[in-house]
């Protein structure tokens, strides 16, 4: 009998390995829907966790793995390294001649030299704990005020540090911060929507099934999201914010950017709402893979201030481990790939020669 089960036994331990290493060998090739393509722009960048445009040419890559911010030509191809000797960073905001930059734990200031390298560092906030998760995207209010998105230590746990498990407000300029929003339990990025407001991500716990859906959020100061009290009976607690867009539990819904309407990738005009687009990275916290996608997502403003609905569907998929996502100020999408040594690619309209 023990001879008939090795076998068996074999074949589940090759397919648990295909599983693990399948998201890090696909991506090369993905899928699209009809009348649009993925080309591939750049290998060979690390382990990109964000991406900035310096301007229509040079793009700035955060490279957890080198622990660098990097300046890549997407037309020709040379790169520079801008600052290195970082911990892995997962967040840059270029803001009023500096360079803002979150790693784990800690965001600092820079400023930009003339030759474009961030020099003379300032600590704002440091000693924020990590564990499962850390410190990730930064990003701009229209008044100037810095939100940060700091992850959770822990899959499900009361947090001991209130900075834990939320979004950061942070004064760009001394450092002074506070918590924004709470219950947020691993937020990657969000983007501020003109008239409207801010919309963020969040990942939800793993090793509970079906529960909970990875979420897009509405933000609304001093709110709480749900976490860690957001169980299978309750999944919107009382008193928390309800998510305005839900998504496959456990993918890592990651980057998320904004459709300008001179874009060519399908959306919404201005009198029907507008469209967001983002990275969901996929998850190793399911027996098939899912995820390894970009989303497109149909966002609809309510008669009621703060009501949105929202219609989401894959746009590419079989995409590899997406992070983060940027559109080009030309209208085309750029996204990165984290496994496979790092790629950049570009989406936008197929050219039919006409």
Not at 42 to 52: A, D, R, W, Y
Not at 61 to 87: M, P
Not at 225 to 235: K, M, V
Not at 293 to 311: A, S
């Amino acid at each position: 009998m023990r001879r008939h089960l090795l076998p068996v036994v074999s074949l589940l331990v090759l397919l648990l390995l295909v599983r693990q290493l399948y998201p890090y060998v696909s991506g090369s090739d993905p899928s699209i829907v009809e009348g649009y393509e993925v080309n591939l722009v750049s290998e060979n960048l690390g382990g990109p966790t964000c991406l900035v445009w310096a301007n229509d040419t040079h793009l700035l890559v955060c490279d957890r793995d080198g622990g660098r911010i990097t300046e890549l030509n997407i037309e020709t191809d040379a790169r520079r390294t801008l600052l290195d000797g970082l911990h892995h960073p997962h967040g840059l905001l270029l803001h009023e001649g500096k360079a803002i930059v979150s790693e784990q734990g800690q965001l600092s200031s820079y400023l930009i030299a003339e030759d474009g390298l961030f020099v003379d560092g300032q600590t704002l906030v440091s000693g924020i704990p990590a564990g499962n998760h850390q410190t990730n995207s930064v990003n701009v209010m229209p008044n100037g005020t810095l939100i940060w998105h700091s992850g959770s230590t822990c899959n499900v746990c009361d947090e001991a540090d209130e900075r834990n498990a939320a979004l950061l407000w942070v004064n760009a300029t001394t450092g002074e911060h506070g918590v924004l929003a709470s219950g947020v339990r691993n937020s990657f990025d969000g983007v501020w929507v003109e008239d409207h407001g801010y919309f963020f991500t969040d990942n939800g716990r793993d090793w509970e099934g079906d529960h909970p859906p990875e979420e897009l959020n509405f933000l609304i100061a001093g709110a709480a999201y749900g976490w860690p009290d957001d169980e299978p009976e309750t999944p919107v607690p009382e008193g928390s914010e309800a998510p305005v867009g839900r998504w496959t539990p456990h993918t890592s819904m990651n980057g998320v950017d904004l459709r300008p309407v001179h874009s060519s990738l399908p959306g919404l005009s201005p009198s029907e709402g507008f469209t967001l687009y983002t990275a969901v990275y996929g998850s190793w916290n399911t027996l098939l893979p899912k995820g390894h996608e970009i989303l497109r997502i149909d966002v609809f403003p309510g008669e009621e201030p703060n009501d949105y609905t929202t219609d989401i569907t894959r746009f590419v998929w079989d995409a590899g481990t997406p992070v983060p996502l940027t559109f080009h100020p030309d209208g085309s999408l750029y996204y990165a790939v984290f496994g496979g040594g790092g790629k950049l690619f570009t989406v936008d309209a197929m050219d039919t020669g006409e």
